[in-house]
């Protein structure tokens, strides 16, 4: 990042900023949002509304009044968002990734606050929850939508809503709900996604599952190893009292495959998916069609099912299911499965570097705004660095099941001694034969809870966030 970019950073900011005036009715109003966006960009150790608004030389009142009283559109904003997105990063290649993230809370008055998981602290705590949408295409991802999960005691409780400004029409829904109703609200705006994933809280839900196979989107989905289903159909016949029974019965996936044949035998097969914290992530694969069982009891119709198996830690094996065609390669759907890290890496950075999880206040439309707010700053940087990236060198590109092409070489499958480089989804994935690659790498997916915990923007984002306090 040379001089010229840093100051050139302050009207890029401005430019960009002017996407969202719309959004409010009034021009002061607008102004604070220059005022907030700046101050999460700043080298601010807390940016919560009293340290942004003191550094402003602004009554913190003001900015406080800003995210809960005064108006201005928060799901316009987003939709804006969206389109920006839409318009500026589309990809063939784009991965929509669901998931959610907890704050910790003190009290029991912040909107939403109850003792539920979150995932910063890795255990069950006293925290909010809110649920997102990410968009991931080759070098690129931000978060494209938020929402409060309420849970039921909140929904049941009116008064206690009312008194945290929570609108009645604001009620409990499963975060599988709010997460496909953030997808359909990105696809209205314009974003479209080649596949979406998601890990086994959300892919257990049938209904998301159904949802998306209507809506012919694409879909790698991470599944408990007690989910049930056939690799051989089963055929209906008749029982010994008249009745028709299924010829054989569902079983457990962790069941086919210590006993099915099909996977039984068949030997695991070594992918290299990227570099983690302490070397090569390596995963075993095995792979298989699967039928899994409906809730009337009856097969499906066949989906891929994805066994990986860490090499350094063997007892650790997730399954995985997809509604991609038939020939898709499977190096592409480990690809796929394995890109939750960049919702992660998301939920850090934001937490980290913005703020995030700085809000202070206890009222749910303030926190809302306050989310969007940060939405939008952290997709200014994703934006400008992505810019200032420039020209990409030259990749290796294989076509997916679809024709499409993906650009890069990331994954090296090694079977019987034969390797060979796949399609990527992104640079940074990449996973060169000889020393590593240099910069900053991604967190170990494989450790969910400990996930992204020590994981930063790459270089030149972080970079450019802490010389942007120079230039604004």
Request: net charge neutral; glycine share 6%; charged share 25%.
């Amino acid at each position: 990042m040379d001089a010229e970019q840093i100051r050139g950073l302050g009207p890029l900011l401005t430019d960009y900023l002017c996407h969202f005036d719309d959004c409010f009715p009034h021009s002061q109003t607008r102004g604070h949002l220059d005022v907030y966006v700046r101050g999460q960009l700043s080298d601010l150790p807390r940016k919560s509304v009293e340290p942004i608004a003191l550094q402003a030389a602004m009554p913190p009142r003001t900015l406080q009044q800003f995210l809960s009283l005064l108006q201005w559109d928060r799901p316009l904003m987003a939709r804006r968002l969206q389109q920006f997105v839409a318009k500026e990063h589309a990809s063939p290649h784009s991965v929509g990734i669901l998931d959610d993230t907890g704050c910790p809370k003190k009290g029991d008055k912040t909107p939403g606050v109850r003792r539920q998981y979150c995932g910063a602290t890795g255990k069950v705590d006293n925290c909010v929850v809110s649920v997102h949408l990410n968009y991931a295409a080759e070098d690129f991802h931000c978060l494209l939508g938020n929402e409060l999960f309420l849970p039921e005691e909140w929904s049941q409780d009116r008064e206690r809503c009312r008194a945290a400004g929570i609108p009645d029409s604001v009620v409990y829904r499963p975060k599988w709900r709010i997460a496909l109703e953030q997808y359909e609200r990105a696809l209205d705006n314009g974003v479209r996604f080649e596949w979406l994933t998601f890990d086994e809280n959300y892919g257990n839900k049938p209904e998301l599952l159904n949802a998306l196979e209507r809506r012919q989107q694409k879909y790698v989905a991470e599944i408990p190893k007690n989910v049930c289903g056939w690799i051989r159909p089963a055929r209906l016949r008749l029982g010994p009292r008249g009745g028709l029974k299924r010829s054989h019965a569902p079983s457990a996936v962790e069941n086919l495959l210590r006993y099915s044949p099909a996977l039984r035998d068949q030997p695991w097969k070594a992918y290299r998916v990227k570099d983690g914290e302490k070397g090569p992530m390596v995963w075993e694969v095995k792979h298989v069609r699967f039928y899994p069982q409906t809730a009337e009891g009856d097969p499906a119709k066949p989906l891929h099912l994805i066994i990986a198996r860490n090499v350094l830690a063997p007892d650790e094996v997730k399954f995985f299911i997809s509604n991609a065609p038939p020939k898709t390669r499977v190096a592409i759907l480990l690809l796929v499965a394995f890109s939750r890290w960049r919702i992660e890496r998301c939920f850090e950075d934001s937490k980290t570097e913005l703020g995030f999880d700085h809000y202070e206040g206890r009222n749910y439309e303030g926190m809302m705004r306050h989310q969007t707010v940060t939405a939008v700053t952290y997709l200014f940087l994703a934006h400008t660095r992505e810019q200032w990236r420039g020209e990409k060198p030259g990749l290796d590109r294989v076509s997916t099941a679809n024709g499409l092409e993906w650009a890069g070489p990331i994954l090296v499958a090694t079977w019987q001694g034969e390797a060979r480089e796949l399609g990527a989804l992104c640079e940074h994935d990449c996973v060169p034969a000889g020393p590593e690659c240099e910069g900053t790498q991604e967190p170990p997916q494989a450790n969910h809870r400990q996930v992204a915990r020590d994981w930063r923007l790459p270089k030149s984002a972080a970079k450019m966030q802490m010389e942007s306090a120079v230039a604004l």
